[in-house]
């Protein structure tokens, strides 16, 4: 089996484009700039949204009214950016650890086992496993600019991590960007309670 990371829905200010989103490095600073933004005018939706299934058919539809609601946060020069809804949805997650933590480590706040969610298939268990085998590796990915030397560092001391916690029979095949997406909403939903949880 393999591991895919595909940011299918891409979302500018106004539309939804079906074309490949950029990964520029002025492109991806925006983007951060954008989703963090959001967070700070809008905290409660932005939680709300994260904390849906990904896998509902509300969940893109959440993501791109709350990214033209709060389109203000774009700048007029980047009005037309695009990006993909896991971009987006894993700045968000950056954003809300961030302000949580403040300059301690995010992994510090990662829930025992009993109280934390289950995970929702396969890629994303794969994920809870690299966020608890390397945490602080984890946090430098996080904390680091992206697109610069530090996160390419910090990726690629993930890599053990990543290789133990997958079977035989599997192969990633992940970019930067999609990592550090998946690793801010896997930590993001590991200090989240399971419903019903205390």
């Known amino acids: 089996m393999s591991v895919f990371v595909a940011a299918a829905m891409l979302l500018t200010v106004g539309t939804i484009e079906q074309t490949r989103p ?37 969940y893109p539809l959440a993501l791109r009214k709350l990214a033209l609601k709060e389109k203000r946060c774009l700048t007029q020069d ?15 997650a950056e954003a809300v650890l ?38 602080q590796q984890v946090t430098d990915v996080l904390r680091s600019v992206p697109g610069d030397e530090a996160e390419s560092t910090a990726i690629a001391a993930l890599l053990p991590a990543l290789s133990s916690c997958m079977n035989e029979d599997e192969q990633a095949s992940l970019n930067s960007r999609g990592m550090r997406s998946l690793l801010a909403l896997a930590a993001y939903r590991l200090t989240r309670p399971q419903p019903g949880g205390n």
């Open 22 to 58: 950029s990964t520029d490095l002025r492109a991806l600073e925006v983007m951060r700039d954008f989703a963090a933004c959001v967070v700070k005018r809008n905290p409660d939706e932005a939680n709300n949204v994260l904390q849906m299934d990904f896998r509902s058919e509300e």
């Open 78 to 92: 980047r009005a037309n950016l695009q990006f993909g809804g896991l971009l987006f949805a894993g700045g968000m």
């Open 98 to 135: 961030l302000n949580e933590t403040g300059d301690a480590p995010f992994h510090e706040r990662l829930l025992p086992v009993e109280r934390r969610p289950a995970p929702r298939g396969a890629n994303e268990a794969l994920v809870f496993c690299v966020v608890d085998a390397a945490p």
